[in-house]
DNA sequence: AGACATTCGTTAATACATTAATAAAATGAC
DNA sequence: GTCATTTTATTAATGTATTAACGAATGTCT
């Protein structure tokens, strides 16, 4: 059998922590956790979405995302309003102090994220890119 | 900035769950979760391990490692004993139970990560897991 | 030997992952 | 229009991730 450490997941397991070494750091100054930013990184971009929407997009499962929404809306992060069409939909956005944190924060991490590709290579970047969507697509 | 769905950490969960998707379902007949069969992976490659050297093995922090052993523990699938030399190092190891286990499930899921790799493509899995690896080596 | 810092495993507290089950709203067949 | 079905969000239960703090065992220094 293949050796353990040649398994693919725990090599994606082990790359992606360390990508995350170049922006942890900067989200626990804040503080938020990598999920929060991902789900205000998603609002930021697409304004309002519908709960199901976001799941979808930060690949997070509905119940974890319910916490998640939860505990953002307390830190006075998002807010949420029914849907007026249909009344079992959720529509989130971002409140007005989490667009100035993300003015203030995404500078700042993609300064990172330019450090991370250029110690790594710009070319082998877009390579790796292009393979993981690769990946993305194929299914069992 | 860089949109949302062009994020590295993003796409490097992503394509961790398309490579999952492959094993998961055979995982879940025993059942054993994802750690765990990380877990019972490395003690069947090298017999006995320090608790310290299986997470770092695993990529398992310890207070995690501390539930997930004494999971499996109850379970049957692994036995531990404390270092003669070191009072404080946990010895730990598979029982005969996990080593059965073992023998009949890895054919499978290794057949299973041959025909991932045949969807995938051989060429580019081999150049995938190089660039993984890089990126490993990369350090803030 | 005795004070000191280190190391290893664990516990505590909070956040998230995963599956199953549930309640409420909307949809579709009749 | 009524009812079974489907969809959406949530709750429940268990397992894992992460940081901080703790206690016991070892190592170090004087």
């Known amino acids: ?60 499962l509905s119940p974890s995302l319910t916490g998640i929404i939860n505990r953002l809306e307390q830190q006075g992060y998002i807010k949420r309003r029914k849907s007026p069409e249909d009344q079992r939909r959720i529509l ?3 409140t007005d102090k989490a667009k100035t944190m993300f003015a203030q924060m995404s500078p700042r991490l993609e300064a990172r994220y330019q450090e991370m590709t250029d110690r790594f290579s710009h070319e082998d970047m877009k390579t790796l890119e292009e393979l993981l969507n690769k990946l993305c697509n194929v299914k069992p």
Chains 1, 2 share one sequence.
């Open 92 to 94: 989130i956005s971002l």
């Open 1 to 60: 059998m293949r050796k353990f450490n040649d398994s693919l997941p725990l090599r994606l397991l082990k790359a992606r922590e360390a990508a995350m070494a170049f922006f942890r750091p900067l989200l626990q100054e804040i503080p938020l956790t990598e999920q929060q930013w991902r789900v205000i990184r998603a609002l930021n971009e697409f304004e309002e979405l519908e709960s199901k929407q976001l799941a979808e997009l930060c690949c997070i």
